[in-house]
């Protein structure tokens, strides 16, 4: 029997057991090792916060739509997890380039146990060299990589990055090793700190001071080149709009949750001409589409790592037992730890 993850209402987590099924032709069976969990999407599903809960997301008319009364958002089975590493345990005989032992990243929620097809193993095999709880920032990396993509920077150029949870983290790395210099910005000074050791060129507490104005200081008053927002709080994306250049550009790849309270439309936003570009996990821009895709950031999120290019384990701050996943998401939820990156340990 295997073991999962349930979100069975707000704030309410349980571990069920489920039947593991036999493998079919061409199959894996994979134990997970490790399991990341999310501070941002995960969280909503958790806090009830997700547009999911009082909607539907009709894919057909890719549009919202209510729920009909009665229906319900929960339970939520794994989790929404999607920062998964795990070992081949089991392999169909017909399965010739996969072994047992293999390291396996993907996305199958916080559960014990998961069955992929030879081709998913073989394009989500672990790079040697890396330890295996790294492989649970294949998604993270992915969306710290998009949306440094999309904000189009250049040699010599300067981005503010707004938020510094691991996906921040992660995109002010991956910005200074675009040739960008990197202006961190938080409300939090331990994250601030961690942002410093990586390699930011300057930190900025936007809890004290006006952020706009100390980025336009530090830019000799034109404002950042781009600016990625990527802690999803609307007023971090005013503020990210009030920091850029003119008819500059902002990229908003954090997840906002209801009305976009704080976020002021009539003010730089209109009189700067300024462009917000969202970035989303599932696709890469139509003009980089013709080179990159999910594959190849995840890739080149592991080369990096393994070059010592991006450092990835030092945002884990936390690794707990499967079994404490409820402590885990109530201690996320309530904010009664410093925390970058959660992990759930399957080996207990």
């Not at 079919?24 to 941002?40: C, D, F």
């Not at 005989?93 to 193993?121: K, N």
């Not at 384990?313 to 990156?341: G, K, V």
Request: aromatic share 8%; with cysteine; charged share 20%.
């Amino acid at each position: 029997m295997g073991k999962v993850l349930v979100f069975d209402r707000e704030r309410s987590v349980s571990i069920e057991e489920y039947e593991e099924r036999p493998l079919g032709p061409g199959e894996l069976r994979l134990r997970t090792l490790y399991s990341g969990i999310s501070a941002g999407t995960q969280l909503t599903a958790y806090r009830g916060t997700n547009p999911m809960v009082g909607g539907i997301w009709n894919r057909e008319l890719q549009l919202f739509e209510k729920r009909q009364p009665g229906s319900t958002f929960y339970p939520v089975v794994g989790g929404w997890a999607y920062e998964e590493i795990g070992e081949v345990a089991e392999a169909s005989p017909d399965v010739q380039e996969v072994r047992a032992g293999d390291l396996i990243y993907g996305a199958w929620g916080h559960r014990s146990s998961h069955i992929v097809t030879e081709s998913f193993a073989r394009a989500h095999r672990l790079a040697p060299g890396l330890k295996p709880i790294v492989g649970i920032f294949s998604q993270m990396g992915c969306i710290a990589l998009n949306a440094v993509l999309d904000a189009h920077l250049h040699v010599g150029e300067t981005v503010a990055v707004f938020g510094q949870g691991v996906p921040g983290q992660l995109a002010a790395q991956l910005a200074r090793r675009n040739g960008a210099a990197v202006i961190a910005v938080d409300l939090d000074d331990y994250r601030l700190a961690k942002s410093k050791d990586l390699g930011a060129d300057h930190t900025i507490n936007s809890g004290t001071c006006d952020a706009a104005k100390e980025i336009r200081a530090l830019t000799g008053g034109r404002g950042a080149d781009a600016v990625i927002e990527i802690s999803g709080s609307p007023h971090a994306l005013h503020q990210a709009v009030r920091s850029v250049v003119y008819n500059g550009r902002v990229v908003a790849a954090g997840f906002y949750q209801g009305q976009a309270e704080g976020l002021y439309l009539g003010e730089e936003f209109h009189h700067n001409r300024i462009q917000i570009v969202c970035s989303q996990i599932n696709a890469v821009a139509p003009e980089l589409g013709n080179r990159w895709n999910r594959t190849r950031m995840e890739q080149t999120i592991f080369r990096l790592a393994g070059q010592g290019d991006l450092e990835l384990e030092t945002l884990i701050t936390r690794i707990m037992p499967f079994s404490e996943a409820s402590d885990a998401y109530a201690m996320l939820d309530r904010q009664t730890e410093t925390n970058l990156q959660v992990v759930l340990s399957f080996e207990e």
